[in-house]
């Protein structure tokens, strides 16, 4: 069965500390990755895909197909960080999209 | 304008009522998605379709129905609204020859009472 698993409803992290938002899934295919952000008041928007091995706003993600893992990291967390993130898998030929369960994270001052 | 709209944001009915919930986007997309969002559950895929004549279901799809009207619009409804379909329903859209980004928009807020 195809599955993303975030295991963190709430993840709450102090101003300057490191950030790590597990994601697991399962899939047969060949996974194609995504984390989704939503800001508070703000439209579900794109954050980043494994396939482009970027950063953006200083988070960075690395499929792991061992350990069938896509956590989202950041070095040194801010406070405009706080928003809820979804983990997102793309399913190959069908171009389904499976969202994990989501995790808040807030980032305390 | 916003590429994405969804037409209402909020809406309150009763149970046994029937209720459409509209999409419209200007981005030129061929693909289509509707989504619910619940408290705990994440998002959860209800229809998608890749041209007007592809409608296709997806994991909660009962009680729910779909119209793809034009490439442009992609109406949810639910036929008889029973209060567990409370949620927050979300509509995206993706470029067939593009990068898997999704566009999604603000949502629509539901409560059936």
């Known amino acids: 069965a195809q599955r993303v698993t975030q295991p963190e409803k709430l993840l709450s992290v102090f101003k300057g500390a490191p950030v790590e938002l597990k994601c697991n899934y399962s899939?047969?295919?060949?996974?194609?990755l995504f984390w989704y952000v939503q800001y508070s008041r703000q439209r579900l928007q794109l954050l980043l895909r494994h396939i482009s091995r970027e950063s953006i706003k200083g988070f960075t993600a690395d499929l792991n197909k061992g350990e069938t893992s896509f956590h989202l990291k950041k070095p040194f967390a801010q406070e405009e960080d706080s928003a809820m993130y979804y983990c997102?898998?793309?399913?190959?030929?069908?171009?389904?999209?499976?969202f994990g369960t989501g995790t808040r994270l807030k980032v305390l001052a | 304008d916003a590429d994405v709209t969804q037409t209402p944001r909020n809406r309150i009915t009763k149970t046994g009522k029937r209720i459409m919930l509209e999409c419209s986007q200007t981005k030129g997309h061929d693909r289509m998605y509707w989504y619910r969002q619940d408290p705990g559950l994440g998002l959860r895929l209800i229809y998608y379709?890749?041209?007007?004549?592809?409608?296709n279901k997806g994991e909660i799809s009962d009680g729910y129905s779909v119209s793809r009207q034009a490439q442009a619009k992609f109406s949810l409804s639910l036929e008889s609204a029973i209060p567990n379909q409370t949620a927050l329903y979300f509509c995206?859209?993706?470029?067939?020859?593009?990068?898997?980004?999704?566009?999604f928009g603000e949502g629509s807020r539901l409560t059936v009472l």
């Open positions: 379709s890749f041209d007007v004549k592809d409608i």
């Open positions: 899939y047969s295919g060949s996974p194609e």
């Open positions: 997102a898998l793309r399913t190959s030929g069908t171009y389904k999209y499976i």
């Open positions: 995206a859209t993706s470029d067939e020859a593009g990068n898997g980004e999704l566009f």
